[in-house]
């Protein structure tokens, strides 16, 4: 008499099992080499206990530097933003490889990975020693770390584009730029707005962050005050990034939603 063997209805898997094991110990030996101990985590958090017990209650007295710090942040975010993303335009365009040749879409490829490859940090450092300190490096920054993130996006969005209404609008006879007017952009034009205000969402974080380095922005009034020790000040100063950033997100909703309401109108 034969006798099957029971059927197990999860067998077990015995790869993705050697896999998670092999990244638990990699973890441990990390951690390890990084002198990442528990004691020291514990020690860590009485002190960061006592460093907010200094930064409260925050001092709001020195308004004056925090709003001129915040202006210079948003001037930097929205100009950052509007030139990275009108560059982008182009050169995701020139990346789409469902409308350019191989010789345009690589070097186009090429830039967005350049762009893409550093911390906007580490690009306003070299634009403060190439242009000085101040908001014009925080610009030129944020208009680089623009063009990686958003090019590339560009370029994916426009490579998921229905071919068909191109061709249409190239049968009439019209010109390339006719043909990306009426043909790529109507079926684009909704994620580009989408990623145009995530940019700008983006760009006023980091531009708080390139100031640490001296290219303008609150960034430089709090890594001054981190230095002076004066840790109430610190507090109104991330308190007015955090509210920062809050009203940009609210804004970039109601962008959002103003163009998700008026092309349901037009589609009815």
Known sequence: MNVTAPRVAFPPNWRARAAWIALVLYIVYA???????????MVGLDNG??????????????WEILVKGLTESIEIAILASVLGILLSLPIGLFAARNLMPLWVTWPSRILIALCRSF?????????????GF????GIAALTVASIGFAGKLFAEAIEEISLKQVEAVR?????????ITYGVLPQVFGRFLGFSTYQLDSNLR???MVGIVG??????ALFAAFQRFDYDFVCAMLLSIILLIFAGEVVANK????????????EE
């Open 215 to 220: 290219a303008g922005g609150i960034g430089g």
């Open 49 to 62: 206990a006592r460093f907010i017990g200094r930064m409260l209650p925050p001092n709001f007295t020195r």
């Open 206 to 208: 980091n531009s708080t």
């Open 255 to 266: 962008v959002r939603a103003i163009f998700v309401e008026r092309t349901r109108v037009d």
């Open 119 to 131: 911390h906007p940090v580490i690009v306003a450092i070299v634009f403060v020693k190439a242009l």
């Open 134 to 137: 101040g908001a014009m490096s």
């Open 31 to 41: 951690c390890s080499l990084l002198d990442f101990t528990w004691a020291r985590f």
């Open 171 to 179: 049968a009439t006879g019209a010109p390339f730029m006719n043909v």
